[in-house]
């Protein structure tokens, strides 16, 4: 009996993901009181049109400067909030704060699209539509600038729901992205029918692509593959000028990554155009 309960014990501190520790659960109550009291911070990282090299917009990145720990990653803090409710305040303080950001670039003349990440939860809440036309409308900006990226592993938890949940999105005139892809399993059957316009390929394909061939052969599949499906193709992770070219001339149309710029808090994002060169 003993041995029984000691094993179901293992088995079941693991398989909630380390989430009821006494410090996940310090973590989850400072993650929560700093989302109310507005202690999180998003950095933003350049998109760049490969063709020209023109910025055609930027991505926000969330940070958690915490007080004792430093910066936290949100790969280590984003999972503990989607294990709970969590990550619905969590998502509309980062929408909420990113529609401002684009409301205030927009008041100073730097017209440009946001891109935000959203949790499967997100995708599946009911009131997320809702609740992101209701953001749109009281910053006074319009759906076109605003990006929503989705991982493809994040579809496939209930794929008609979430497929569902991006055509009620997509009506609002918002631009759809799967992030990550690559990394997932979802079908070409189940890809024709998704409305997003962009695909981003996972940074593990992009950065070995120039010296690893098979990696090179998944990018270039899957530039063939968006593109017969009319979405735009963004690779993620490029860390130099040869990925960079070798990039744009398997047609490629955008590129984020640290060899163009890193995610910067947005007091930086003016400095980095200059230095870039744009306005
Ligand atoms: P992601 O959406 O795939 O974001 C790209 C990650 O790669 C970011 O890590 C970014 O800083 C990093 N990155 C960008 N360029 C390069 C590069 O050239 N080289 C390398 N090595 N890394 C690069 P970050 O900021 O730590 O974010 C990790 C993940 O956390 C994101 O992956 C995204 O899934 C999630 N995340 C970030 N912010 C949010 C958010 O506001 N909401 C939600 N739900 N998830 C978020
Ligand atoms: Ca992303
Ligand atoms: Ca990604
Ligand atoms: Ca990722």
């Known amino acids: 009996y003993q041995a029984k309960r000691e094993r179901r014990e293992f088995v079941v501190y693991h398989s909630d993901s ?22 999180l911070a998003l950095h933003y990282q350049p998109k760049v049109r490969l063709s020209d090299r023109q910025v055609v917009g930027f991505e926000a990145l ?33 929408l909420d704060e990113a529609l401002g950001q684009l409301r205030r670039w927009q008041e100073q003349g730097l017209g440009t699209c946001l891109a935000v990440n959203i949790s499967p939860h997100n995708l599946l809440n009911p009131g997320f539509t809702e609740e992101l036309r209701e953001l749109l409308a009281s910053h006074q900006v319009a759906a076109e600038w605003l ?3 989705v ?11 979430a497929l569902r ?15 990550d892809f690559g990394t997932g399993y979802s079908s070409l059957a189940y890809l024709k029918r998704l409305p997003t316009q962009l695909l981003k390929i996972d940074r593990t394909f992009v950065s070995a692509m120039t010296h690893n061939a098979s990696d ?25 000028e040869a990925t ?9 149309d955008i590129a984020q990554g640290y060899y163009f710029g890193r995610p910067m808090p947005a007091a930086g994002v003016e400095q980095w155009r200059a230095a870039y060169g744009q306005p």
Request: aromatic letters at 4%.
């Open 151 to 161: 991982t493809e592993g994040a579809l496939m938890a209930d794929p008609e729901r």
């Open 18 to 39: 380390d989430n009821h520790t006494p410090e996940r659960l310090a973590l989850h109550t400072q993650l929560s009181r700093a989302i109310r009291e507005n202690c």
């Open 216 to 240: 090179a052969m998944i990018v270039q599949s899957t530039l063939a593959l968006a593109h017969n499906f009319s979405m735009q193709v963004v690779a993620e992770g490029v860390e130099d």
């Open 165 to 179: 949940s991006l055509l009620a999105i997509r009506e609002l005139g918002v631009t759809l992205s799967i992030d």
């Open 244 to 252: 960079a070219a070798a990039l744009n001339r398997l047609g490629c």
């Open 147 to 149: 990006e929503l990226e």
């Open 62 to 94: 969330l940070r958690w400067p915490h007080p004792e720990k430093g910066m936290i990653s949100p790969g280590d803090f984003i999972p503990l909030a989607e294990s709970t409710e969590l990550i619905h305040p969590l998502t509309h303080w980062v």
